[in-house]
């Protein structure tokens, strides 16, 4: 068997293993594994394709640069996706807290100060980026997927579309167990309601 | 994050009645039918190569155990013996060579001379004269099936000259200093 045979059939833990001694091969290979779900999950969390780039490049070079601090006894998939979500989600609180408010500028008093501060919804012209995205996350089950509540959105993305356990959903999100039984739950009932007639 | 216990992996933890034990699908095959077909998406092209430009890889085990044998030698001071006894062991061929070079020193000033002198200026005139000879055979895709005189000559010095530079190139590095 080849030496990059190998590397596809094994463990994660064997593949932290050689990358901790220096194997390059070892690197790629997790990379290989592991960007096409994060970067996944972190897109559909935060919608905007550059940024999830960035925030996927910070998630694997956090965690691959912190191998050495890895303890084979835990899944490594669980390690992984729990620094991206949080990337996702701290990116999500900054994004809410950069928020401009339509009206213009919280210090903005006079018509024309308001004027100014405003933001201008339609003068933005669409990037191809933006037509991408649209094109990526316009079907109807991305859009309802969008509208969730992040939280929701973790839980029911890692459910269902990375097919994780709820025990891991659990240790990757740092809820208990019940909590993410009803983020689940309840993500279901909003995408049946978004989806209606679309359903079957 | 909790630890994987070997001893249960695979196996039921959970009593037939708990939810965590069903699939995605059996919880809401409508809802999973939906998710389960959404794509992955691909970061942009050499993502790979801009993360791992960031990485700090460590060195091969086999580097960091010569690093570490060598600070132990070191600090031990055993690194000198070892010093010692590569450079008494490296005299010995040295000396061999000296002494194969002291006793037929004549007879390789000889051969050398003959090798600039004779050797290599006939091996070149004798290449372009082959040459000239065998051209039909060698000639080229496209080019005259004879070799005109004013051709073949040209061709010759141009062999003689190559060699030529070879060979004088190859005398001013080669020949020891009593040739000279």
């Not at chain 1, 070892?26 to 960007?35: D, I, K, N, S, T």
């Not at chain 1, 459910?159 to 356990?165: K, L, P, Y």
């Not at chain 1, 025990?167 to 993500?187: C, F, M, N, Q, W």
């Not at chain 1, 978004?194 to 359903?199: D, E, I, K, M, N």
Request: aromatic residues 6%; proline residues 6%; hydrophobic residues 45%.
């Amino acid at each position: 068997m080849t030496f990059s045979a190998a590397l596809a059939s094994a463990t994660d833990q064997e593949v932290v293993a050689w990358a901790r001694d220096g194997v390059e091969a070892a690197y790629r290979e997790l990379l290989r594994r592991y960007e096409r779900p994060v970067f996944s999950l972190i897109y559909r969390m935060v919608r905007d394709r550059e940024l999830s780039e960035d925030l996927t490049q910070e998630t694997f070079v956090k965690v691959l640069n912190a191998l050495d601090r890895y303890r084979p006894e835990f899944k490594f998939s669980s390690w992984i996706f729990k620094i991206a979500n949080n990337a996702a989600i701290d990116q999500l609180r900054r994004r809410e807290l950069d928020t401009l408010s339509l009206d213009g500028g919280p210090d903005a008093t006079t018509p024309d100060r308001i004027g100014a501060t405003s933001l201008q919804v339609g003068d933005v012209a669409e990037s191809p980026l933006d037509e991408l995205e649209a094109r990526e996350l316009g079907s109807a089950i991305e859009r309802a997927i969008g509208h969730l509540r992040p939280e929701y959105r973790a839980c029911i993305i890692m459910r269902h579309v990375e097919g994780r356990a709820y025990d891991e959903i659990s240790d990757i999100l740092d809820l208990p167990l019940g909590t993410v039984k009803t983020y689940i739950h309840r993500a279901r009932a909003e995408l049946r309601e978004a989806l209606g007639p679309l359903r079957e | 994050m909790k630890p994987v216990d070997p001893e249960t992996v695979g196996k039921n933890e959970m009593n037939e009645h708990d939810e965590t034990l069903l699939t995605p699908a059996d919880e809401d095959p409508v809802i999973h039918r939906h998710l389960a077909a959404l794509p992955a998406f691909t970061p942009a092209t050499l993502f790979e190569d801009r993360v791992l430009s960031r990485v700090w890889m460590p060195d091969p085990e086999w580097a960091r155990n010569v690093r570490a044998v060598g600070r132990e030698w070191t600090d031990t001071g055993r690194i000198w013996l070892v010093l010692g006894a590569l450079a008494l062991g490296s005299l010995i061929p040295a000396a061999v060579g000296a002494s194969l070079v002291g006793a037929f020193a004549s007879e390789i000033a000889a051969g050398i001379e003959w090798l600039f002198d004779v050797g290599l200026p006939t091996a070149a005139a004798g290449m372009a004269n082959e040459l000239a000879v065998r051209w039909s055979e060698v000639a080229p895709h496209g080019a005259p099936d004879r070799l005109t005189t004013p051709q073949a000559a040209s061709l010759a010095a141009g062999c003689v000259t190559l060699l030529a530079s070879c060979t004088l190139g190859l005398r001013a590095t080669m020949r020891p200093g009593g040739v000279r």
